[in-house]
């Protein structure tokens, strides 16, 4: 499950890439396909939010409440802010994408906070958690935590090698801008 969840972040961390890419061609006057910016986002809102990140909060609670460690809500209180930031975000998207004028200004901050607050929680669950899951956590543990988050696992829409036409023209640009 650890692997999973690592895993995962390896795939975010290429998606936001290349969100840092657009925006940063953005700032520069350039333009930039608001369609594929709205698809990196939308798989954050369809498989980090309604599956890794619950696995995620399912292993911390599960960690929290059979191994000693200071409670916090911190893990809980990032998943609701970045939801909140991606449902914002989102919507500025979908708006530039009916013809809505949107401050470009606005979208590149926006964008930018979006980017950094999504790999500020990353490294604090690489540097933080995910060390001490996998410090005390043995086996029987995962099995348990396996069976708690059975529900909530997905196959990756994205980063897998089915032939489902989902996110088909974010899986051709990320095959030629980042080669596996």
């Known amino acids: 499950m650890l692997k999973r969840l690592m895993n995962d ?3 975010i961390a290429i998606l936001l890439n290349i969100l840092a890419k657009k925006n940063h061609k953005l700032s520069q006057g350039e ?8 698809d990196v986002v939308e798989y954050m809102q369809v498989y980090a939010e309604h599956s890794h990140h619950p696995v995620e909060d399912i292993t911390f609670d599960y960690f929290i409440k059979h191994f000693p460690s200071p409670s916090t809500t911190r893990l809980h209180d990032e998943h609701s802010s970045l939801a909140e930031s991606s449902g914002a975000l989102m919507y500025s998207l979908n ?3 009916s013809d809505v004028v949107i401050s470009r200004e606005k979208l590149v901050s926006d964008l930018k906070a979006y980017v950094e607050i999504q790999m500020a929680h990353m490294q604090y669950e690489e540097k933080e958690l995910f060390p001490l899951f996998a410090k005390h956590m043995q086996g029987s543990d995962w099995d348990k935590i396996w069976q708690q988050c059975e529900q909530r696992l997905v196959d ?7 032939d489902d036409n989902i996110f088909e023209e974010l899986k051709e640009h990320i095959a030629e801008v980042e080669p596996q």
């Open 9 to 11: 972040h390896k795939h």
């Open 31 to 38: 333009s930039v396909n608001f369609a594929l910016i709205r």
């Open 95 to 97: 708006l530039i994408l």
């Open 156 to 162: 990756d829409p994205l980063f897998n090698d089915s």
